[in-house]
Nanobody, 123 residues
Framework: QVQLVESGGGLVQAGGSLRLSCAAS????????MGWFRQVPGKEREFVAA????????RYTDSVKGRFTISRDNAKNTVYLQMNSLKPEDTADYYC????????????????WGQGTQVTVSS
């Protein structure tokens, strides 16, 4: 049974940092891309960042470039999203996902999803 479990969300002041974790289990993800998406109630799920589990590339949406970093720890089967210089507009539920369509920004191209973790950035 494939599981993606996010953690690390919370409340932070603008300018602060959070690190989200996504623990993956249930299959081998070496051929997968791992993505982070976020969603605000009433809006569509938005691509944030993605990387190849095997290494060799990462992709970010423009609004987080220079502030967010996606990384992985193969030994722990965990993907991270380090979020620095947080802004109130980063407030959302953040989701981890796994898919085989490369560093896609389209949520429908990801096969597995976590349950989400909430991030709130106060001004």
């Amino acid at each position: 049974q494939v599981q993606l479990v996010e953690s690390g969300g919370g409340l932070v002041q603008a300018g602060g940092s959070l690190r989200l974790s996504c623990a993956a289990s249930g299959r081998t993800f070496s051929t997968y891309a791992m993505g982070w998406f976020r969603q605000v109630p009433g809006k569509e799920r938005e691509f944030v960042a993605a990387l190849y589990w095997s290494g060799g590339g990462a992709r970010y949406t423009d609004s987080v470039k220079g502030r967010f970093t996606i990384s992985r720890d193969n030994a722990k089967n965990t993907v991270y999203l380090q979020m620095n210089s947080l802004k109130p507009e980063d407030t959302a539920d953040y989701y981890c996902a796994a898919g085989t369509y490369g560093l896609s920004s389209y949520s429908h191209q990801y096969s597995y999803w976590g349950q989400g973790t909430q991030v709130t950035v106060s001004s």
